[in-house]
């Protein structure tokens, strides 16, 4: 985006653009996604308390049963919040004498818009196992998401499940509930 354009020309933000092992990569994009998932969580269950929410957060919480275009239905400020998460990461690995590889950096924007439209779909692609296993119900699903947006006390996540069940702001009914739409859609 503009901001990391700027910092990248400030010298403030660099990439490493020398070849990379895939396990580097990985780690290096891990660490963001753990990041991310952290400071999402927390800033968005921020953007629930009053006046933040009616400032900020109200808008994108008008669509109940989110789509895809709900992905984009946000105020300019939350855009500026969960979108500085990037910037602010690779400015801080810089600082530290740690660029990240330039393919680690690449996995990130789309992580973001591919989780964005996927958790506002309406429409669950996962399978009726997903949130029953015990790798992949860590990982959230757009009815876990869009369970957010029907009653807005619960299921904070953006990647994961992992905040909000260590904080109980998992809805309790989710599982099963996910299974119901599961069931009706087979």
């Not at 699903?141 to 909000?164: E, I």
């Amino acid at each position: 985006g503009a901001m990391s354009e700027l910092l990248l020309s400030y010298g403030v933000l660099r990439t490493n653009d020398e070849p990379a092992a895939y396990w580097m990569v990985g780690l290096e994009y891990g660490l963001y996604f753990v990041l991310f998932d952290t400071w999402f969580y927390w800033l968005h269950r921020w953007m629930h308390k009053e006046p933040i929410y009616s400032w900020v957060h109200k808008w994108h919480h008008k669509s109940t049963s989110p789509n895809l275009l709900t992905t984009f239905s946000v105020n300019p400020l939350e855009s500026f919040v969960n979108g500085g998460f990037v910037p602010i990461f690779l400015t801080m690995a810089t600082l530290l004498g740690l660029p990240l590889h330039s393919a680690a950096v690449a996995l990130m924007v789309p992580t973001n818009i591919v989780m964005g439209l996927y958790v506002h779909s309406g429409y669950e692609f996962l399978p009726r196992w997903w949130n029953r296993f015990w790798l992949t119900k860590w990982f959230i699903s757009a009815t876990f998401h869009d369970q957010h947006h029907k009653y807005f006390t619960a299921n904070f996540g953006g990647y994961t499940t992992v905040w909000d069940r260590l904080c109980g702001t998992m809805r309790p009914k989710f599982e099963a509930d996910y299974i119901k739409i599961k069931d009706r859609a087979a």
